[in-house]
């Protein structure tokens, strides 16, 4: 079974920064895409940005040029730098980890992390 564990989120500013981690544990399966999203209270899950194992990026339009997706293929750790922060960021940050399983991909899910933004 793949873990997947986020860590970094908390409160701040408008106009702030915070860094986001996510690791995904794992001893039997290669991690492939990986990708971060966020939910806020009673809206839709939507996909922030994305990473593939070689490192292309894709970004949502709502954060392109302030957010910044990497990864540690070595340590299965994915990060997220999210820059010039706004109240609409607010909301519960979720990792996803997909893993190849015979052949299949299967997405394995953090617990997620609170990210709040005040004016």
């Known amino acids: 079974q793949v873990q997947v564990v986020e860590s970094g989120g908390g409160l701040v500013q408008a106009g702030g920064s915070q860094r986001l981690s996510c690791t995904a544990s794992?001893?039997?399966?290669?991690?492939?895409?990986m990708s971060w999203y966020r939910q806020a209270p009673g809206k839709q899950r939507e996909l922030v940005a994305t990473i593939t194992r070689g490192g292309v990026t894709n970004y949502a339009d709502s954060v392109k040029g302030r957010f910044n997706i990497g990864r540690d293929n070595a340590r299965n750790t994915i990060w997220l730098e999210m820059n010039n922060l706004k109240p609409e960021d607010t909301g519960a940050y979720y990792c996803?980890?997909?893993?190849?399983?015979?052949?299949?991909?299967?997405?394995?899910w953090g617990q997620g992390t609170q990210v709040t933004v005040s004016s």
């Open positions: 794992e001893s039997i399966f290669s991690i492939n895409d």
């Open positions: 996803k980890a997909a893993a190849n399983i015979r052949g299949k991909l299967k997405d394995f």
